[in-house]
């Protein structure tokens, strides 16, 4: 018995993440029965964390969403922006060349860990010292830097990452990579990480969107609510007639009738930041929405006061009486319970309305991605390889969502780009990374 205990205990890790914003976090819950105790460890906010440690955490994550909402100042919002996002701005990927020299931003980080910030976490994990797995590379940083005795793992969850992501001295750094595509392997190698400690794994998707066992490759779960999507996404069949042959092949039949009205999901991001324009697309597409023809969900995540603006603007425009019917609010207390119900909500979704954050790469669900304006230099590369792989478009004005959504639909594009992300992006990530744990 106590052997087989050890044996189970071999195949688990500590998964870190931190709960600034959404994107660390949500890349860290699929993997979540990795860990011991079916608990993640957020590195900003653990039990017992110094008081210090906790207060560089909250100086850096209220400063982000500052200049996230300060972004939308007339005339200087954008400007103190750009100089923000200076320090996280990925180089051109063209002409390949040498991009090991750290940046001022890494720099300035491992003065701060080599001051202490962060010791006493790793101290801690060292006592049972298991894999490590965080999804933001500053604990990877910390790990090393503390002599954490322990394979140390860190997911990246964007399409291009900046110098900051990776080591001073990335060349004698025992810190591996899992990536989500080839483009993050080849800036890694650029970077001056050794090709060994990259793996192309994908993005960890939540099992729940994708198969029934985590052992079925068949995508059963996936593939079910894709074929329900594509009756809504073309309503004139006009991409379903047209590649009739290559959905067969992929889908087989497709139901009849839909088990669902056409869902539009807009997702806020972490910051509260954009969710005027959640208001604006409700605002023009109120008559649809009154005759039931469309659902609406707005994602307010954890955020108590953007699920109270969205309560008083559906007011405001008169749309009460079609609250939760075919007007929903995503809200939860809780971090866990919102990912749970957004991925609930995402199986009957048939358009995902987002700025291109850690949320592109659920292109893989055959989810059509409208792509709001981005926040970032690296949601600008994110955007940039949601266009390239087809499934996804920019957001048109707001105002006007009730005319070109609709062009969009008619048209078949839609549908085409469902299936574009369906086919084209990694989908195995989670159980990819498994896979790698499970050999340590």
């Known amino acids: 018995m106590i052997k087989d205990k050890l044996k189970t205990l071999k195949q688990k890790a500590w998964v870190v993440d931190v ?44 400063f982000y969403e500052f200049i996230s909402n300060f972004r939308r100042t007339p005339l200087i919002g954008k400007f103190a922006f750009s100089l923000f996002d200076k320090f996280q701005e990925i180089l051109t990927f063209y002409p390949k060349r040498d991009l ?22 790793i101290r801690n994990l060292s006592k049972k010292p298991l894999p490590l797995i965080t999804t933001f590379f500053v604990p990877a940083f910390m790990a090393e830097v503390f002599n954490y005795p322990g394979d140390i793992f860190c997911v990246i969850c964007d399409a291009d990452i900046a110098r900051s992501w990776v080591p001073l001295n990335p060349s004698q750094s025992k810190i591996k990579y899992l990536v989500p595509n080839s483009r993050v392997l080849e800036r890694l190698i650029l970077y001056g990480v050794k090709k060994k400690n990259i793996s192309l794994t994908g993005y960890p998707l ?25 009756l809504n996404l073309d309503p004139k069949k006009r991409y379903r007639e047209q590649y009739k042959p290559l959905i067969k092949g992929i889908m087989g039949n497709l139901p009849r009738k839909a ?90 979704t048939d358009i995902l309305w987002t700025k291109p954050s850690e949320l592109s790469f659920y292109t893989a669900l055959g989810l059509p991605i409208i792509i709001a304006p981005t926040i970032g230099s690296q949601e ?53 990374i498994k896979k790698i744990i499970s050999k340590i």
């Open 380 to 432: 600008d590369f994110n955007k940039q390889w949601l266009l390239r792989l087809g499934s996804a478009i920019p957001q048109e004005n707001p105002d006007y969502t009730v005319q070109w959504l609709f062009d969009f639909l008619e048209s078949g594009w839609f549908a085409e780009a469902a299936m574009q992300g369906f086919i084209e992006a990694e989908k195995l990530g989670t159980s990819n």
């Open 259 to 348: 088990n669902h009205p056409l869902t539009i999901t807009f997702a806020v991001g972490g910051a509260g930041a954009q969710k005027e324009i959640g208001i604006r697309t409700l605002r023009s597409l109120s008559p649809k929405i009154k005759t039931k023809e469309i659902k609406i969900i707005l994602v307010a995540g954890i955020r108590k006061e953007v699920k109270n603006y969205f309560l008083e603007q559906i007011e405001y425009l008169g749309l009460k009486r079609n609250l939760n019917e075919n007007i929903e609010i995503i809200w939860e207390k809780n971090i866990e319970d919102y990912f749970k119900k957004f991925n609930q909500a995402l199986r009957k």
């Open 100 to 121: 090991s020299k750290p940046n001022l931003y890494l720099k300035q980080t491992y003065s701060l860990i080599n001051k202490g910030w962060g010791k006493h976490l």
């Open 19 to 62: 709960n600034m914003g959404y994107g660390h976090q949500r890349t860290a819950y699929p993997l979540k029965d990795l860990t011991p105790y079916g608990e993640l460890i957020s590195a900003n906010d653990y039990k017992e964390i110094p008081k210090k440690d906790r207060q560089i955490w909250e100086n850096s994550r209220k």
């Open 206 to 230: 939540p099992k729940e969107n994708i198969n029934i066992r985590p052992s079925d490759n068949e995508f059963k779960i996936l593939k079910h609510d894709l074929s329900y999507r594509l």
